[in-house]
Every structure is written in C-alpha cells, then in structure tokens.
C-alpha cells in the first residue's frame, strides 16, 4: 500500500510550490492529483505531467477513478503526494476510504462570498462546514503554503475566519 506522506488542498493543484518544495520537503515519490476537471483536461494534464521531475510519477484520477485506483492498492509502493484543489473533494475521498492523520491546506483562491484567511487561503461556509467535519472526525488540519511558513491550526483559522 502506498504511503501517503502529504495530503494537500490547493486549487492551483501542480505548480512551482509543489514540484520544488513539497516534493523535496515530503520525499515523495509521487504525485497523484485527485480532481474530476483536472482529469478531464487533457492538455493541461499533459502539461503537467511534462513539468515533472525525472523520476517522479505523477497520475491524475477523477474522484470516482482515484477512490477505485486506491482500493486497488493501484497507488504502488512509493511515497506519494495526494492532491485535490478544493475541501468538498477532499472530503468524498477521506468519507471514501483514503483516509489520512493530517489534511494540509496550501492554496485556496478567491471568490465572491469568500474571506481571507492566510495568505492567498480563503475560505466560504461551505468550506468552513467541511472543516467542522474534519475536526470532528479526528483530522489534523493545518494551513500552510510553503515549508517555511509557521503551521496555521485550523482552530486559528475559523477564529479569522468568524472576525
């Protein structure tokens, strides 16, 4: 079963941060995207995968796909790097099965009716309901862009949040 070493919500999924300084802070070995319009954009998905560094694997699921692919054990045996880009789906693949200690949150952009809440993190109701249920559950959440950012608790977080 692979060893899931960093779980992240960032909607900007793959980018600079996570190929540089996620990877090479987590020692993964893997990246695996789960995210149903990330999946089905073929160019941007190969875009992606043409950013990779040699050697690390990179494959991008649909929820359904990712859920299925985990309960496979299709996942391999490497060090991997889950990633979807937003709460609502990391909460169907945890309530799915893939389950993990610790939820990383390191990008969430803007919207209307979203509030500020570190750095370029913002947060809805919406959000801030699937935050409830990851405390509750036994869930370690912590907001953080880059490795040399100071950890944020979530309970920091709903504090801003309800300001």
Known sequence: MAEIVLCRVDSRLIHGQ???KWVNQSRAEKIVVIDNEFASDEFLKEV???SAPVGLDVVCYTE???IT???KDSFGSKRV??????????????EAGI???TIQIGGLGGAPNRKVVFQNITLDDKDVEVLKYFIQVGVKVIFQTIPEDLPQSVENILKKYRQ
């Open 81 to 94: 790097l889950l990633l979807t880009s937003g709460l609502a789906n990391m909460k169907s693949v945890y």
């Open 64 to 66: 359904q796909e990712g």
């Open 99 to 101: 389950k993990t200690e």
């Open 48 to 50: 992606c995968l043409m």
């Open 69 to 71: 692919e985990y309960k």
């Open 18 to 20: 996570v190929m540089t």
